[in-house]
């Protein structure tokens, strides 16, 4: 005898199977995605805390390095007068070839602290007299000259741009306000620069002659820039002064876009040259 099944129908998913299942499947892409979007932006605040810290540092390494060599002068050898050191002075004439401390919004002026640092170095260790017909004078009168174009440095903060002068003239050696003689050394669409501050309040003036009666205490040096010291009674007329000089760095940056993401560094410079003169 032949049996015959009787065919089954299909009943297939429900609505509510099928609505079930569709949130499932839309919990796993969600949380598929949140963890993309997590990764990636993890990722990019890692780019960008590397990019702030190796902008600032190498930022920082460069004006500490720079820095340092104010006040070089190959000329100082065996036998030299190194009063006559070209790249220390502060003439009455002529554009002050030493260490200045200015602000950018005062960009003449000399503060004791301030966003913008000028010095000169002699570069290519020549020794010699830089421009010949380019005289100006010293404190004592003296006839001195003018270091080349070439070796007039310095470092300013321009609104947000940290920059650099490579090069300059004789006429505005002495300002920060000069904008075609600057350069930018990070990227200011990446970098954003706050806080930009020198300071050589850390100096020290050694009164070598001692000449003066209210100097106390022979070979202790003033806390304080030479010519802090003439206004306070360290020195008078005809001293001999030795002046080490410190920089002291503060640099603060933070990540455009993102200002939670910033980084602060403080820097000292021990400048290597001394600034020998009388007073």
Same mark, same amino acid.
């Given at each position: 005898?032949?049996? &015959?099944?009787?065919?089954?129908?299909? %009943?297939?998913?429900?609505?509510?199977?099928?609505?079930?299942?569709?949130?499932?499947?839309?919990?796993?892409?969600?949380?598929?995605?949140?963890?993309?979007?997590?990764?990636?932006?993890?990722?990019?605040?890692? &780019?960008?805390?590397?990019? @702030?810290?190796?902008? @600032?540092?190498?930022?920082?390494?460069?004006?500490?390095?720079?820095? /340092?060599?104010?006040?070089?002068?190959?000329?100082? &050898?065996?036998?030299?007068?190194?009063?006559?050191?070209?790249?220390?002075?502060?003439?009455?004439?002529?554009?002050?070839?030493?260490?200045?401390?200015?602000?950018?919004?005062?960009?003449?002026?000399?503060?004791?602290?301030?966003?913008?640092?000028?010095?000169?170095?002699?570069?290519?260790?020549?020794?010699?007299?830089? +421009?010949?017909?380019?005289?100006?004078?010293?404190?004592?009168?003296?006839?001195?000259?003018?270091?080349?174009?070439?070796?007039?440095?310095?470092?300013?903060?321009?609104?947000?741009? @940290?920059?650099? /002068?490579?090069?300059?003239?004789?006429?505005?050696?002495?300002?920060?306000?000069?904008?075609?003689?600057?350069?930018?050394?990070? +990227?200011?669409? %990446?970098?954003?620069?706050?806080?930009?501050?020198?300071?050589?309040?850390?100096?020290?003036?050694?009164?070598?002659?001692?000449?003066?009666?209210?100097?106390?205490?022979?070979?202790?040096?003033?806390?304080?820039?030479?010519?802090?010291?003439?206004?306070?009674?360290?020195?008078?007329?005809?001293?001999?002064?030795?002046?080490? /000089?410190?920089?002291?760095?503060?640099?603060?940056?933070?990540?455009?876009? +993102?200002?939670?993401?910033?980084?602060? @560094?403080?820097?000292?410079? %021990?400048? /290597?040259?001394?600034?020998?003169?009388?007073?």
């Amino acid at each position: 005898m032949l049996i &015959v099944k009787k065919p089954t129908k299909q %009943k297939g998913f429900t609505l509510i199977e099928l609505m079930i299942a569709m949130m499932l499947g839309l919990i796993v892409i969600g949380g598929a995605l949140s963890i993309y979007i997590s990764t990636i932006k993890s990722s990019s605040d890692v &780019v960008k805390s590397a990019r @702030l810290n190796y902008d @600032l540092d190498s930022a920082m390494q460069l004006m500490i390095n720079d820095i /340092r060599r104010a006040g070089y002068w190959g000329g100082a &050898v065996a036998g030299s007068d190194a009063t006559n050191n070209n790249f220390t002075q502060v003439p009455t004439v002529a554009t002050a070839t030493d260490i200045q401390i200015r602000n950018v919004a005062a960009p003449t002026t000399a503060v004791s602290e301030g966003n913008c640092i000028l010095y000169t170095y002699d570069a290519d260790g020549n020794g010699v007299d830089e +421009d010949p017909s380019n005289l100006g004078f010293d404190l004592a009168g003296d006839a001195i000259t003018v270091v080349n174009t070439n070796e007039y440095y310095g470092f300013r903060l321009n609104g947000a741009v @940290l920059e650099m /002068r490579i090069t300059g003239t004789s006429a505005t050696a002495g300002s920060c306000g000069v904008n075609a003689e600057w350069n930018n050394i990070i +990227d200011e669409n %990446k970098v954003n620069i706050t806080t930009l501050t020198f300071s050589k309040n850390n100096s020290q003036c050694l009164n070598v002659s001692e000449s003066n009666a209210v100097y106390v205490g022979a070979g202790v040096p003033l806390d304080s820039s030479c010519p802090a010291g003439a206004t306070a009674g360290f020195s008078v007329a005809g001293d001999s002064l030795v002046e080490t /000089r410190q920089i002291d760095i503060t640099l603060i940056a933070d990540v455009v876009g +993102d200002d939670t993401m910033s980084k602060s @560094l403080i820097g000292i410079v %021990k400048v /290597r040259n001394n600034r020998i003169f009388t007073q």
